[in-house]
C-alpha cells in the first residue's frame, strides 16, 4: 500500500478488492513483478515497499498457481475444438461416401452380371425358337 501511495501520492482506496484478489493465480503474477525504481528512492526503501506490497512470508512460500486462461485464449481453443471435430465428422462423412459408392459399384456389376446373363439365356430361346420352327418347315415340306 505504501508502494502505491509513493507512485500516486494519494492513498489506495479498493482495499476491500485487493484483500479478496491478492491471493488470485490470475493477479499473483503481476505481484512477482518488481515495481519501477523511481530515481527518488533508496534502495533500503524500495525493498520495504515490495515485501509489504507481495504479502506475508507464508504466501510467498506457497507454490505458486498457473495464471488461469483468459476469455480470449478460451475462445480461440473453443473455435478450434469444433474445427478438429468438424475435420473429424468430414473424414468419417468421406469414409461412409466411399463405402456407399464401393457398395453401389458392387450392386451395379450384379446387376450387369444378371442383364448378360437374361440376354444370354434370351438368345438361347430364339435360337431354339428358330430351330424348331426350321424343323416344323421342314416336316412340312
Known sequence: MTLYSTFQKKTFQLIHCWTKLRNCPKFSSTLE????????E??????????????????????????????KAAKHLKKFEHDAKDVEFITALTQVKDTVSKLSEARYEKIQQMIELEKGRFKAAEEREKAREER???MEE
Open 33 to 40: 513483478k518488481k515495481p519501477r525504481k523511481s530515481s527518488l
Open 42 to 71: 533508496s534502495p533500503v526503501a524500495s525493498a520495504s515497499a515490495q515485501s509489504q506490497f507481495i504479502g506475508t512470508p507464508a504466501q510467498e512460500n506457497e507454490e505458486r498457481m498457473e495464471r488461469p486462461m483468459g476469455k
Open 136 to 138: 416344323e418347315r421342314a
